[in-house]
């Protein structure tokens, strides 16, 4: 069976994990901070925060700007289901916009018909690891005086006008999610453009405290820590460091792995009446996942070829799930999303992976056009 997706992992990751056992320092310590400063250097941003997930990243992002109960967070449906639970967790209440077909993110146009008096902040995801148009969404919101959090958990590598995706952003999370390009197994990075929200977000992770474990135990004195507000326990392991190090020192060839098969994918299908990930006028995508939309008329719908797929050997999978059609959600005043509907009903997601070889590839781009009538006479 072919697998849809498989983390790059290596001896050196091994090695790195079993060295930070062998330390003694199994829990937050200071392999999280070189990881810290070696992710904020990778994505050019003024200061990265390690965290137990993405979503406890969002949640953070979220806190840091000030929305809470009574407030509204615009956010697309067609993201997994975390990007509007973080809302919830706040209190303030998820709002779904519609998405651009060839993009699946946001738009301007999209977040500013779903706009409303208590519209607080907008959670913009750079869905699949394709930029989303951030300067048209930022000058929407700064007139506004509305917060702008960028969801990049599959988007790094991916870039904004020749930038890493998020380098500026005041706000943004990254997932390292065995099924992103970057994992530690679980684990998350918050990157903020402030010291002021950097030092909170630490404070934050670490139930509130004053100072951290990993100072108090380096001190050269006793400290007694104080509580300064309602925190959480959202730190990373400097096991998951060790690992992430490994990593990131991988992510130029895994973006250019990604890229070069996503090319492959696209050349074999050029000639089908689909529409694929691609890179959009402002920036590139790292191919976190290589999907493909079908046409209304397909000859196969894309259940039954998800299901004719397995037959084949081949594991890929659905789309992009839509929030609001999830029972979490449908008590809600059901949204009119036509185009999120269509992209969670009719895309699938096809094998990619570092590992995956042009004869995997071919297996894949054989029974996909077989199935769709490609092939025949």
């Not at 790059?8 to 079993?18: F, H, M, S, V």
Request: charged share 20%; with cysteine.
């Amino acid at each position: 069976m072919i697998p849809v997706m498989k983390p790059w992992l290596g001896p050196e990751e091994a090695e790195a994990a079993a060295e930070a056992v062998a330390s003694g320092w199994v829990a937050q310590g200071p392999r999280v901070a070189e990881f810290e400063r070696a992710f904020a250097r990778v994505i050019d941003c003024h200061e990265a925060i390690a965290v137990s997930s993405c979503t406890t990243a969002l949640h953070l992002a979220l806190v840091l700007a000030g929305v809470r109960a009574g407030d509204e967070v615009i956010v697309p449906s067609l993201s997994f289901i975390a990007t509007a639970n973080a809302a919830r967790y706040v209190g303030a209440t998820p709002v779904f916009a519609d998405v651009d077909l060839r993009t699946q993110n946001l738009t301007a146009a999209s977040i500013e018909a779903s706009l409303s008096p208590a519209t607080r902040a907008v959670i913009l995801v750079h869905q699949a690891g394709v930029p989303a148009d951030v300067d048209a969404v930022r000058e929407l919101a700064s007139a506004r005086e509305i917060a702008v959090i960028e969801d990049a958990a599959c988007a790094i590598g991916s870039t904004y006008h020749g930038r890493m995706v998020a380098a500026d952003a005041t706000l943004a999370t990254f997932s390292f999610h065995p099924r992103k390009l970057v994992t530690t197994g679980e684990g998350g990075m918050l990157t903020c453009s402030t010291a002021e929200h950097a030092q909170r977000a630490r404070r934050l992770r670490e139930h509130g405290m004053s100072m951290s474990a990993a100072d108090r135990h380096l001190s050269d004195a006793p400290v007694i820590e104080r509580y300064l507000e309602t925190g959480y326990n959202y730190r990373m392991t400097d096991i998951q460091a060790a690992v992430g190090l490994v990593q990131l020192g991988r992510l130029d060839e895994l973006v250019a792995r990604r890229r070069s098969l996503a090319a492959r994918y696209t050349e074999a299908m050029s000639d089908l009446e689909v529409v694929v990930a691609s890179d959009p006028p402002y920036g590139t995508t790292n191919f976190q996942s290589y999907w493909m939309l079908l046409p209304p008329d397909a000859p196969i719908g894309r259940d039954e070829l998800l299901a004719a797929l397995h037959c084949d050997g081949i594991s890929a999978r659905r789309g992009i799930m839509a929030a609001h059609l999830e029972p979490a959600y449908t008590a809600e005043p059901a949204p009119r999303l036509p185009v999120t509907e269509r992209l969670t009903k009719d895309s699938l997601i096809l094998p990619l992976y570092h590992d995956l070889t042009h004869r995997d590839q071919d297996r894949v781009i054989a029974s996909i056009r077989r199935h769709l009538g490609a092939d025949r006479d």
